[in-house]
């Protein structure tokens, strides 16, 4: 090696050692042959110490069967092989301190391994290059995190944490649909607060407030996971019950009926009771769209409205379920 040479290799190899990334180097049997200054800093072991070592052995908590792997399809096919924070958020656990917030974190890890060659052309080490992306997966993390919490906002109604209305008309449409495919039985559960303006008018309007907020409180303990309720207007809301026939139907409204008007709200010393007139369509295929479907629900709600309140009817033709239980069940 010349002078020049000479120059070049300690150049180089002070950038090596200054870079701000990762630099290793495994052989074969994953012996670290070069560890880099960034390795040092993050790591806490010197390159001295680390040298011919395994990095397996020295490193526990790496992702031994990933890492293998990859090492190992770098080797057959002697090509590079990429992997990004958002596949494997890292590889070492090292940690960072981000500049902006000085808030410590786990460092996000952009990864390549690299076949190095020799001069015969022979394969026997690699390099693992480790780019420090935190600042950019914790931005995209955090964006992500808010346009989840902005989506979440744009379907729920603020006052009952139910879905509001335009939501959960697009969930009716796509159940409507469903069933065209599925013909599993699914009911809809139309209700509304009974002479709820009285209530606004007796005790105000943040009285009525908290009744909406407990009804829907009620509403939410008595479904299942799978059913999808909305807030449909000021005292009235719809609930998708999925893979229920009309019997089960009765029961879930029945006993939704019974627990509102078992419940006594306490708003400012006052004490609130109330009750629920509801309606049930179980979709049929004679149902031109979910538009249709809706009416079915809201004719029999009304039924119920018409018929004294307090109580749940079928829709087609509307018949007030306290017959049914009396032996007249028709299904829809
Ligand atoms: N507190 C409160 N009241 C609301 C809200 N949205 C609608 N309302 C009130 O709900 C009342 C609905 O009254 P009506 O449509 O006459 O129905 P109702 O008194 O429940 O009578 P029936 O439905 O026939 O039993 C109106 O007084 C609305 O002002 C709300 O978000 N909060």
Request: contains cysteine; negative net charge; proline residues 3%.
């Given at each position: 090696?010349?002078?020049?040479?000479?120059?070049?290799?300690?150049?180089?190899?002070?950038?090596?050692?200054?870079?701000?990334?990762?630099?290793?180097?495994?052989?074969?049997?994953?012996?670290?042959?070069?560890?880099?200054?960034?390795?040092?800093?993050?790591?806490?072991?010197?390159?001295?110490?680390?040298?011919?070592?395994?990095?397996?052995?020295?490193?526990?908590?790496?992702?031994?069967?990933?890492?293998?792997?990859?090492?190992e399809e770098v080797f057959a096919l002697r090509s590079p092989v990429f992997s990004s924070w958002e596949q494997r958020p890292r590889l070492f656990d090292f940690v960072s301190t981000r500049p902006f917030t000085g808030h410590s974190v786990?460092?996000?890890?952009?990864?390549?391994?690299?076949?190095?060659?020799?001069?015969?052309?022979?394969?026997d080490h690699i390099c693992i290059i480790l780019y420090d992306v935190t600042d950019a997966a914790i931005g995209k993390l955090g964006l992500q995190q808010a346009n989840q919490q902005l989506k979440a906002l744009s379907i729920t109604d603020?006052?009952?944490?139910?879905?509001?209305?335009?939501?959960?008309?697009?969930?009716?449409?796509?159940?409507?649909?469903?069933?065209?495919?599925?013909?599993?039985?699914?009911?809809?559960?139309?209700?509304?607060?009974?002479?709820?303006?009285?209530?606004?008018?007796?005790?105000?309007?943040?009285?009525?407030?908290?009744?909406?907020?407990?009804?829907?409180?009620?509403?939410?303990?008595?479904?299942?996971?799978?059913?999808?309720?909305?807030?449909?207007?000021?005292?009235?809301?719809?609930?998708?019950?999925?893979?229920?026939?009309?019997?089960?139907?009765?029961?879930?409204?029945?006993?939704?009926?019974?627990?509102?008007?078992?419940?006594?709200?306490?708003?400012?010393?006052?004490?609130?009771?109330?009750?629920?007139?509801?309606?049930?369509?179980?979709?049929?295929?004679?149902?031109?769209?979910?538009?249709?479907?809706?009416?079915?629900?809201?004719?029999?709600?009304?039924?119920?409205?018409?018929?004294?309140?307090?109580?749940?009817?079928?829709?087609?033709?509307?018949?007030?379920?306290?017959?049914?239980?009396?032996?007249?069940?028709?299904?829809?």
């Amino acid at each position: 090696m010349n002078l020049m040479e000479l120059d070049d290799f300690h150049w180089l190899m002070d950038i090596l050692q200054t870079i701000d990334v990762g630099l290793v180097v495994i052989d074969r049997h994953y012996h670290v042959q070069l560890w880099n200054g960034f390795m040092e800093n993050h790591s806490g072991h010197l390159a001295s110490h680390i040298r011919g070592q395994s990095l397996i052995e020295q490193f526990p908590d790496l992702p031994e069967g990933w890492l293998r792997r990859k090492v190992e399809e770098v080797f057959a096919l002697r090509s590079p092989v990429f992997s990004s924070w958002e596949q494997r958020p890292r590889l070492f656990d090292f940690v960072s301190t981000r500049p902006f917030t000085g808030h410590s974190v786990l460092m996000y890890q952009n990864i390549t391994l690299m076949p190095l060659l020799s001069r015969s052309g022979n394969c026997d080490h690699i390099c693992i290059i480790l780019y420090d992306v935190t600042d950019a997966a914790i931005g995209k993390l955090g964006l992500q995190q808010a346009n989840q919490q902005l989506k979440a906002l744009s379907i729920t109604d603020r006052l009952t944490g139910l879905y509001n209305r335009g939501h959960w008309e697009e969930c009716l449409r796509l159940e409507y649909q469903r069933y065209q495919r599925t013909s599993s039985p699914v009911t809809l559960m139309m209700f509304d607060i009974d002479f709820f303006k009285k209530i606004n008018d007796t005790y105000g309007h943040p009285a009525g407030d908290a009744v909406l907020r407990r009804v829907s409180a009620t509403l939410r303990h008595e479904l299942r996971n799978t059913d999808i309720a909305g807030r449909y207007g000021g005292e009235e809301f719809g609930v998708l019950l999925l893979d229920t026939d009309t019997t089960t139907a009765h029961a879930v409204a029945e006993r939704l009926r019974i627990a509102i008007s078992n419940l006594l709200i306490e708003h400012e010393g006052q004490q609130i009771t109330l009750t629920i007139s509801l309606g049930l369509a179980c979709l049929a295929k004679s149902m031109a769209n979910a538009a249709d479907w809706l009416v079915e629900a809201d004719n029999a709600l009304y039924h119920s409205k018409r018929n004294g309140r307090n109580q749940v009817t079928l829709a087609r033709p509307a018949i007030p379920l306290r017959e049914m239980n009396a032996g007249h069940l028709t299904h829809c």
